[in-house]
């Protein structure tokens, strides 16, 4: 399968700063890129969809001026977390798809993101 | 919206037993994913199903797709403590822009 990094694998930060996560293709162009979010013991929530060159989409209640996605090239997507506040403080999961007809998602090893 | 109804949501059972975890939907799915996920980490894929019937066996585990691609299950034989993680089985349709439906995911522990 294809290889997907994230960066960094873990990061606490204080309330009010913000805090960016890479997410790299390392093997193969990645013109579609996910953002998840992860609660424990739960499964993926989908934040966005990050198409290279374009705008992300959002999924319904996520505040987009609050995560802010970057798709700038076809191997780097990006998701900064703004102002971050204590109750994002969770496990954010990137993955990598669009690549083969039968929608194979290739995912990062995730940020764990604790804000004090 | 297409919804995936995964179960059971726990699981806990002892080495050596066998297990079996669903997923069902009321929508058709063009493919289908099962993926394993560890505390910590991503998801790793284990499989993909895409037609109707299909029967996939990747050692201990056997992953099957529905005639009317609706549902899907997973079945381990002879579980082992190394089976442990998040399950997790996920839909993709036609024109859903390359996004997954995830099922609520089986957390599976099993004691040595």
């Known amino acids: 399968g294809a290889v997907v990094s994230q960066h960094p694998s873990r990061v606490i930060c204080k309330s009010g700063t913000s805090v960016k996560i890479e997410c790299r293709s390392l093997?193969?162009?990645?013109?579609?890129m996910f953002w998840y979010r992860q609660f424990p013991k739960q499964s993926l929530m989908l934040m966005a969809t990050?198409?290279?060159?374009?705008?992300?989409?959002?999924e319904q209640g996520v505040e987009k001026d609050k995560f802010l996605i970057n798709h700038a090239s076809l191997t780097l997507s990006t998701l900064t977390v703004t102002s971050a506040h204590p109750e994002d403080s969770s496990f954010y999961i990137c993955?990598?798809?669009?690549?083969?007809?039968?929608?194979?998602?290739?995912f990062g090893p995730g940020t764990r993101l604790t804000v004090l | 919206t297409q919804l995936l109804e995964q179960s059971p949501q726990f699981l806990s059972i002892q080495e050596g037993e066998n297990l079996t975890v669903y997923c069902n939907s009321s929508?058709?799915?063009?493919?289908l994913q099962w993926y394993r996920q560890e505390p910590g980490e991503g998801p790793v894929l284990l499989v993909t199903?895409?037609?109707?019937?299909e029967v996939k066996k990747l050692k201990r585990l056997t992953f099957q797709f529905g005639d009317a691609r609706k549902d899907s299950s997973l079945h381990i034989t002879a579980a082992q403590p190394g089976d442990t993680g998040l399950y997790l089985c996920a839909g993709s349709t036609v024109g859903s822009n390359y996004k997954l439906t995830f099922g609520k995911g089986t957390l599976l522990t099993v004691n040595p």
């Open positions: 199903v895409v037609t109707g019937g």
């Open positions: 990050s198409n290279e060159g374009s705008k992300a989409t959002y």
């Open positions: 093997d193969f162009q990645a013109t579609t």
């Open positions: 929508s058709v799915f063009s493919s």
């Open positions: 993955s990598a798809g669009g690549q083969r007809a039968t929608n194979e998602q290739f």
